[in-house]
């Protein structure tokens, strides 16, 4: 072993550590708006009731557009990555996911929220390629690296903390909130589109901060010397890296898979379903089914606008009688939605006090896998019909053993790829395995395999959903397991 002693920290180290934080801190933040804000936004934008199987429907495809999108820039945007530069399309990034959400949260149509909240996932793919990619070359010692990778990554949970602080902070102050223009219903903004707005905090400090910070000098110094590589992704396929890439992918898909399958739709879409919320469910679907009787009457032939005008003003009453009760769902969805970003943070600071002790890099992988062939299916098909503190505690693990996982390949990828495909290898990875496979998941268990379940859509309830969600996360677990004595130790520890 070297004795060279680890090189002194300086100022410009402690600011790319800072913006690096800023930016996974805000990563998920920005990708963890969507099971909070996105089936009162597609129930808002369709006219229709948050327990409408359409907005179960939807929360799906959202999911799996949004992260296909930002799977195919995101795999662009690793090939911009190691062509122009770390620094340059990490910053760039950051600005394209902070406005995104500030615009969707003027959203008049579906389509128009949809839109926006792809070019938000694009921007965060894009970013977390390009900053494990500078943060692995702004270190050039081994032990240094690891520990910055695995702490600053574990900024990314508290994301998900802020995330769900801000969404309660703004349902208990609506009414006090300024309008700024936002659309307006007949019960006036919405707590979503104030969540959204926030997205737009991570633009501020990032615009003072950067210019005050390099690009990565050793991608610069090859690139001046003209001994950088041009980045290929068909080099990706070569003897040498063929192994690497194939196993990375597979594995990247299967934890994008339980995230998107299994975690992120709970707060969505199963919260509702728990024994806590029976009360609020079946007063809910007293008022969907008044809501539908009104619906049904306005349609009939004849009527004179004083009978409209009636109707409406019932329909309003109507919606007007929900409002508590889906705000008792929604302080629930907040309370699940906490214990999975606190399952997450120990998961991510548990793999960085991992990495510092040293454990090879398979049986790192092992020590999140194992737990989650266990702790996944005996959530979703046991404790979820009992709900109560051993689903929420259960909830937290799964959020650990999966979250762990994403760190886990942030620190890992950077190392197997040389640097003219540290970018792009890392990008085909997380993008490709990860976003375009492993978050159509989300959309298996929505759209298909949970109406399988319930005997078609219209039945799907959110005790479907859970169901599927177990069937998704328990095959992806089985899968990651099995691959996973096929992933390579980087060649650096060997």
Avoid at 3 to 19: E, N, V
Avoid at 92 to 108: E, G, H, K, N, Q
Avoid at 318 to 344: I, L, R, S, T, Y
């Amino acid at each position: 072993m070297s004795s060279t002693p680890a090189p002194k920290f300086t100022t410009t180290h402690w600011l790319i550590i800072i913006i690096a934080s800023i930016g996974f801190l805000f990563d998920t933040y920005e990708l963890l708006m969507t099971p909070l804000v996105a089936a009162p936004a597609i129930a808002e934008l369709l006219k229709v009731l948050p327990s409408d199987p359409s907005v179960t429907e939807w929360v799906g495809k959202l999911l799996w557009i949004a992260a296909l999108c930002g799977g195919v820039f995101g795999l662009l945007g690793g090939w911009l990555v190691d062509k122009f530069g770390r620094k340059t399309i990490m910053a760039a990034s950051i600005f394209v996911y902070s406005f995104s959400p500030f615009c969707a949260a003027f959203a008049t149509s579906l389509p128009m929220f949809i839109f926006f909240r792809c070019t938000t996932f694009i921007g965060v793919c894009v970013e977390f390629v390009a900053a494990i990619t500078w943060l692995a070359e702004v270190f050039t010692d081994k032990h240094q690296k690891e520990k910055w990778l695995g702490i600053t990554q574990a900024c990314a949970s508290l994301g998900g903390l802020l995330v769900t602080a801000v969404s309660v902070w703004i349902s208990k102050n609506l009414d006090t909130l300024p309008h700024w223009g936002l659309p307006e219903t007949t019960t006036g903004i919405a707590a979503w589109r104030y969540t959204l707005m926030s997205g737009i905090l991570p633009a501020i400090p990032i615009a003072l901060l950067l210019p005050f910070v390099p690009e990565s000098k050793v991608w610069k110094d090859k690139k001046m010397a003209g001994t950088l590589k041009r980045p290929s992704f068909g080099a990706l396929f070569s003897p040498e890296l063929r192994r690497v890439t194939l196993v990375t992918t597979i594995l990247s898909a299967c934890a994008y898979g339980i995230a998107f399958g299994a975690l992120q739709v709970t707060v969505a879409r199963v919260t509702p379903g728990l024994p806590e919320m029976k009360v609020e469910a079946g007063e809910l679907a007293a008022l969907k089914k008044t809501d539908m009787e009104i619906s049904a009457k306005l349609k009939a032939p004849g009527l004179d606008d004083a009978a409209k005008a009636a109707l409406k003003a019932e329909m309003k009453a109507n919606f007007d009688k929900q409002k508590p009760v889906n705000a008792k769902v929604k302080a629930m969805a907040d309370k699940v939605q906490f214990h999975q970003e606190m399952g997450g943070l120990v998961g991510r600071v548990l793999l960085a006090v991992l990495l510092i002790v040293g454990i090879s890099r398979v049986a790192l992988l092992k020590v999140f896998q194992i737990p989650a062939l266990i702790i996944l299916p005996v959530t979703y098909f046991m404790l979820f019909k009992d709900g109560g503190q051993a689903f929420l505690w259960a909830y937290a693990i799964c959020g650990l053993v999966t979250v762990a996982q994403f760190s886990y390949f942030g620190e890992y990828l950077p190392k197997v790829f040389p640097m003219h495909l540290r970018g792009t290898g890392g990008s085909f990875a997380t993008n490709v395995g990860g976003r375009m496979v492993g978050t159509c998941m989300a959309t298996l268990n929505t759209s298909w395999l949970a109406p399988m379940l319930a005997g078609g859509a219209l039945a799907v309830r959110p005790m479907h959903v859970a169901m599927a969600a177990g069937y998704i996360a328990t095959a992806m677990a089985v899968i990651a397991f099995i691959v996973g004595f096929f992933l390579p130790e980087p060649k650096a520890e060997e």
